[in-house]
C-alpha cells in the first residue's frame, strides 16, 4: 500500500513537469502583451520597455522557462507582475474560498444526486425516474449565469431570503485567521456570523452544484440497474430482506465505485472551473483569480495557479483510487 | 398509494422542506447610519496611487491620500489641496505654502520635508514602477525629457518646485490622484509592503483589504478639515458582473453602485428606494482609422466614412440617450475645446461620392473591429459595431466584423493589425494634452496612437501648446489642431457618454467626478 502511495507519488512529477511546460508555452502564445496590460491603456513605450525588462520577458522564452522552474522547485510560485506580490501569499485566501464553495456545492451534489439515481433506478420508469432524468438533463444544460442570476432574482429579491453576492455580511466582516469562513467563525465563537456565511453559501452552492448534482445522479442510476440486475440482488430480495436495505447496502456497494470516479473527477471541475459561478457571486476565488490573471497576461499567476490546481487535482485522484480497495477487496495494490 | 409510492415522495418532501428551512434566514440587515457599501466592478490592484495607472485603485487611494492640490467638486478646475497657497512668476519656479498641523495616519507629522521625500522617491524611480510619473514628467531624473529640475523646502511649510521649462499642464498634473503624498515613514518600510499598508493623510485610513471581495477603510480621527469625513466606515466591494451588482444593489446589500448599464437606467429610476447617479462626462468613444492601412491612407475615405456613421441612432439604441454625438477628439468641459467646428453630417449620398471621388465606387471589404468588453465609452462594443456595419453596407463599403478578447484587441491594435477599430479614452487631468496629444500625436505611435496618423504642423501645435503657460494663446493652439484633425479625419468620433451610478434614496452629498476617482469625504446618510 505504502509502496504504492510512493510510486504514485513519483508518477506525479513527470505529469506535473509536463503541465507546467504546456501552460507556460500556451499562454505565451496568446497575443497580449503583459506590461500594456498591466500598465493599462495610459502606458508609454517607455515603461512597458522597463516593465519587459524587469519581469524578463526580453529574455527567450526558454531562459524564463527554466528561471521559472528552478523557482519553483525552491518552492517559489514566483511573483505576481501586477500586484508584485508573492503569488503564494495571494493563492490561499481565493483558494481557501473556492474550496470552501466547491465542498459546500460537493456535499450538496452527493446527497442529492447519489438518492436521486438510487431511487430512480429502483423506481425503474416510474413517474419519479422520468422527472428526475428530465431534471438532470436540464442540470447538466442550463447555462450557470442564467441559473445565478434567476436565483438572485427569486430568493434574493423577490423573496429576501438570501444575499445576491459575495461571502459574508460585509458590514460586519469575518476576521480572516485560515479564511475558511466557517471554521474562522467557529473558531472566533460568533455564531451569528457563521450563520450568515452559511446564508452566503447557499446560492452559488446550489448553482455549482447543479452539473455534478445531474451528472452523479445519471452514473448513480445507470450504475444501479446493472447491479440490481444480478444474481445475489434477486438472492437477497427471496432471502426475504426488505428491499430498503438490498438496495442501499448491498446494491449501491457494488454499485459505488463508478460513482466515486465520477464525484473524484467533478471535485477537480469544482476547484478549477467556477469562474462563471465566482462572477455571478462575486466569489472571491481562484477561479476568479486566474480568470484574471489571464486577462491581464500575468503568467506566472497563471502558471503557479494551474499548477496548484492541478496537483490538487491528481491527488483527489490519487485518494479516489484508494477508496476503491477500501470499498471492494477484490482491488488490490501491489 | 401503495407503501413503494411513498418514498420518493417522502424524500421530495423532505428536499423541498430543507431548502426553504435553510432559506428562511432574516433579510438583509438594514443599513446602519454610518457605513457605506460600495459596489464595483473590479478589485484594485495596489493601494500605492503612484504605482499603478487603473482607475479602480484611485477610487479607493482619493480618499486614503491627499494631493497637494486638488480639482473641483465636479470638473478639473485647480483648488487648494494640502497646499493652501501656489504661485508662479515665470512658470517655471513654483512655490507652494502647505497647511499647517496635518497629521499622516501613523502619527507622521506632514510638511515640506514630507513633500520632498514624495518627489525624491517617484524621481529616483523608473517607469516600470512610476509609469504615471515618467509620462506626466518626461522622465526621471538624469532623463533627458525630465521637466522637474527639483523640489526642495524652505522652511517648514513651504515647497519650492524648479522646472527645467516651462510646462502648461503642470499644476494639473499636480493634482492627479497618482501624486498624493504618503507617509515618508510608511514608504521607507519597503514599496511591497506599503502598497498593502498605505498611509496617507486624507479622511479616511485603511482597515482591511480581502483580496477580489473587498477594502474597508474607517473615519481617520485626526483628520486635518474639521467635521469631515460624515460616515464612519466604508467598504468597497468588488462584483463583477454589472446585473449581480445591480441585483445586490436592489437586495440592499451594497448602497452605492457604479458601472450601471444605461438599459438599465429606467428601472433604476422607476425605483422609489433608489436614485440614479450621472457623473460628468470626459470620455470619448471612438472609431479609428488605421492611416497606414490602404483605403484608409486616402483622406477622402475617412472623411466618407465619417459621414456614412449615424451616431445618433447609436447614441439613441445603446447608450439609450445618456450620451453626446462627438465631433472633435476630446469633450466639450475641456478647455480648448472647438465647438466653431462643423460635423460632418450623417449623409450616405456624400459619402458615396468621397467613395468615388477616392476612387472607390464601388466600395471596398474592410474588417471593422469591435470592442469585447464594455466600457463606460462604449457600453455595447458588439452591437454598435453591428450598426456601424450596416451604415456602411449603405455606401457599399463590406465590413467584417472582427473581435478579440481585449488582451488581444489592444496588442494587435496598437501594431496598427486593423482596418477600423472600436476604442475609447477618459482623462486624467481634463487637459486637452490628455487627449489631443496622447491619442494622435506622432510621438504615441506605438502606445496610444492606434490609427498611426501623423501631422507635422500638428505636432509643432502640441509641442507649443505644452509650454505655452498663457491659457487663451494655448486655446488658440488646440482650436487649430483640431481644425486639422477634423479635416484629416483618422477618426469617426462617435460619443460622449454619461458613466451611470445607482444609490439609495438617503445617500446625499455624493459628487461624482468626471475623472472616475470620487471623494467620499461629505457623503452621508439622510
Redesign the interface.
Known amino acids: 500500500m505504502l509502496s504504492y502511495v510512493g510510486r504514485r507519488l513519483l508518477q506525479l512529477v513527470p505529469v506535473l513537469l509536463g503541465m507546467v511546460f504546456i501552460v507556460f508555452m500556451m499562454i505565451r502564445a ?4 503583459p ?17 519587459n ?2 519581469l524578463g520577458l526580453d529574455q527567450p522564452w526558454y531562459t524564463q522557462f527554466f528561471k521559472y522552474l528552478g523557482g519553483i522547485l525552491r518552492g517559489d510560485l514566483g511573483e505576481s507582475m ?4 508573492p503569488v503564494a501569499d ?1 493563492i490561499w ?2 483558494l481557501a ?1 473556492t474550496i470552501e464553495l466547491a465542498l459546500f456545492a460537493i456535499i450538496i451534489a452527493i446527497i ?1 444526486g447519489i ?1 436521486a439515481g438510487i ?1 430512480s433506478a ?2 425503474q420508469n ?1 413517474w ?1 425516474d422520468y422527472i428526475a432524468m428530465i431534471l438532470a438533463l436540464i442540470g447538466v444544460s442550463m447555462p450557470i ?1 442564467w441559473l ?2 434567476l436565483g ?2 427569486v ?3 423577490e ?9 459574508e ?3 460586519d ?1 469575518v476576521h ?1 485567521i485560515t479564511n475558511l469562513y466557517i471554521i474562522d467563525t467557529i473558531i472566533q465563537g460568533r455564531f451569528d456570523q457563521l ?1 450568515q456565511v ?2 452566503h453559501l ?1 446560492l452559488p452552492g446550489i448553482a455549482l452544484a447543479t452539473i455534478p448534482m445531474a451528472i452523479i445522479a445519471r452514473m448513480t442510476r445507470s450504475s444501479m440497474l446493472e447491479v440490481m440486475r444480478s444474481d445475489y440482488i434477486r438472492t437477497a430480495r427471496a432471502k426475504g430482506q426488505k ?1 430498503f436495505w438490498v438496495v442501499y447496502k448491498h446494491a449501491f456497494k457494488n454499485a459505488v465505485i463508478p460513482v466515486l470516479t465520477v464525484i473524484g473527477l467533478q471535485m477537480g471541475m469544482l476547484l478549477g472551473g467556477a469562474i462563471l459561478t465566482e ?4 466569489w ?1 476565488g481562484i477561479g ?2 486566474i480568470y ?1 490573471a489571464i ?3 500575468d503568467y506566472p499567476v497563471i502558471q503557479s495557479s494551474v499548477l496548484v490546481i492541478a496537483f490538487i487535482f491528481v491527488m483527489i485522484n490519487l485518494v479516489v483510487d484508494l477508496l476503491y480497495g477500501l470499498i471492494d477487496s477484490r482491488i488490490k495494490y501491489d | 398509494m401503495s407503501r413503494k409510492r411513498m418514498w420518493p415522495v417522502a424524500l421530495i418532501l423532505l428536499l423541498v422542506l430543507s431548502t426553504a428551512l435553510a432559506a428562511c434566514g432574516k433579510g438583509s440587515s438594514s443599513s446602519k447610519e454610518d457605513t457605506l457599501v460600495f459596489g464595483r466592478g473590479n478589485d484594485s490592484t495596489s493601494l500605492d496611487p503612484s504605482r499603478v495607472t487603473e482607475g479602480e485603485t484611485f477610487k479607493v487611494t482619493v480618499n486614503l491620500y491627499e494631493t497637494l492640490l486638488n480639482f473641483g467638486e465636479q470638473d478639473t478646475t485647480i483648488q487648494p489641496g494640502l497646499a493652501k497657497e501656489w504661485n508662479t512668476d515665470d512658470g517655471l519656479t513654483y512655490t507652494f505654502q502647505l497647511e499647517e498641523g496635518v497629521k499622516f495616519h501613523d502619527g507622521t507629522d506632514f510638511n515640506a520635508e514630507a513633500v520632498v521625500a514624495n518627489f525624491e522617491r517617484w524621481a529616483n524611480g523608473d517607469a516600470d514602477k512610476f509609469p504615471y510619473y515618467s509620462s506626466m514628467f518626461g522622465g526621471f531624473k538624469g532623463d533627458e525629457g525630465h521637466v522637474i529640475e527639483s523640489v526642495t523646502a524652505d522652511g517648514e511649510y513651504t515647497v519650492i518646485i524648479k522646472l527645467k521649462r516651462p510646462q502648461a499642464p503642470f499644476l494639473k498634473n499636480i493634482a492627479m490622484s497618482m501624486f498624493a503624498i504618503a507617509s515618508p515613514t510608511a514608504f521607507a518600510k519597503g514599496d511591497d509592503e506599503f502598497a498593502r499598508n498605505p498611509v496617507g493623510t486624507g479622511p479616511f485610513e485603511f482597515v482591511e483589504w480581502k483580496p477580489n471581495e473587498s477594502i474597508t477603510i474607517k473615519k481617520f480621527d485626526g483628520y486635518w478639515q474639521k467635521g469631515l469625513p460624515k460616515l464612519n466606515k466604508i467598504v468597497f466591494r468588488s462584483i463583477p458582473d454589472n446585473s449581480a451588482r445591480l441585483n445586490a444593489l436592489l437586495a440592499g446589500e451594497i448602497d452605492l453602485a457604479d458601472g450601471i448599464n444605461p438599459s438599465d437606467a429606467g428601472k433604476i429610476e422607476g425605483d422609489d428606494k433608489l436614485q440614479l447617479i450621472k457623473r460628468p462626462s470626459m470620455n470619448i468613444g471612438y472609431l479609428g482609422l488605421t492611416v497606414t492601412r490602404p483605403p484608409f491612407d486616402k483622406k477622402e475615405v475617412r472623411q466618407a466614412l465619417n459621414h456614412a456613421i449615424d451616431k445618433e441612432t447609436i447614441i439613441n439604441s445603446f447608450f439609450e440617450g445618456q450620451a453626446n454625438a462627438a465631433k472633435n477628439p476630446m469633450p466639450p468641459s475641456i478647455s480648448g475645446y472647438n465647438d466653431d467646428i462643423e460635423p460632418y453630417e450623417y449623409n450616405p449620398e456624400k459619402a458615396k461620392e468621397l467613395l468615388a471621388k477616392a476612387g472607390y465606387p464601388n466600395g471596398f471589404e474592410m474588417e471593422l473591429w469591435a470592442m469585447p468588453v464594455p466600457r463606460p465609452y462604449m457600453p455595447d462594443g458588439a452591437k454598435v459595431a453591428e450598426v456601424i456595419q450596416s451604415n456602411l453596407a449603405d455606401i457599399g463599403i463590406k465590413a467584417k466584423i472582427v473581435s478579440y478578447e481585449w488582451g488581444t484587441y489592444l496588442d494587435k491594435a496598437s501594431k496598427g493589425e486593423a482596418d477600423a477599430f472600436m476604442l475609447g479614452w477618459t482623462g486624467d487631468n481634463g487637459d486637452a494634452d490628455n487627449f489631443l496629444y496622447v491619442l494622435l500625436d506622432e510621438d504615441n505611435i506605438g502606445s496610444n496612437n492606434y490609427t498611426y496618423f501623423k501631422n507635422a504642423k500638428m505636432h509643432d501645435l502640441f509641442i507649443e501648446a505644452q509650454t505655452e503657460v498663457d491659457e487663451d494663446k494655448r486655446i488658440e493652439l488646440y482650436k487649430k489642431a483640431q481644425e486639422i484633425i477634423h479635416e484629416e479625419a483618422p477618426w469617426v468620433p462617435l460619443a460622449h457618454s454619461t458613466p451611470l451610478l445607482a444609490a439609495k434614496k438617503e445617500l446625499t452629498g455624493f459628487l461624482p467626478h468626471p475623472t472616475g476617482s470620487d471623494l467620499l469625504s461629505k457623503v452621508e446618510f439622510k
Open positions: 496568446i497575443p497580449g502583451n506590461a500594456q496590460l498591466i500598465l493599462g491603456q495610459q502606458a508609454t513605450v517607455e515603461a512597458m520597455a522597463a516593465m525588462a524587469k501586477r500586484t508584485r506580490l495571494e485566501p481565493h474560498a442529492i438518492n431511487i429502483w423506481f416510474s419519479f449565469f445565478g442570476l438572485q432574482w430568493f434574493a429579491l423573496f429576501s431570503w438570501l444575499p445576491t453576492t459575495g461571502r455580511q460585509v458590514r466582516p480572516a450563520w452559511m446564508r447557499i428491499m462572477t455571478i457571486f462575486a472571491p476568479r483569480y484574471d486577462n491581464f497576461r
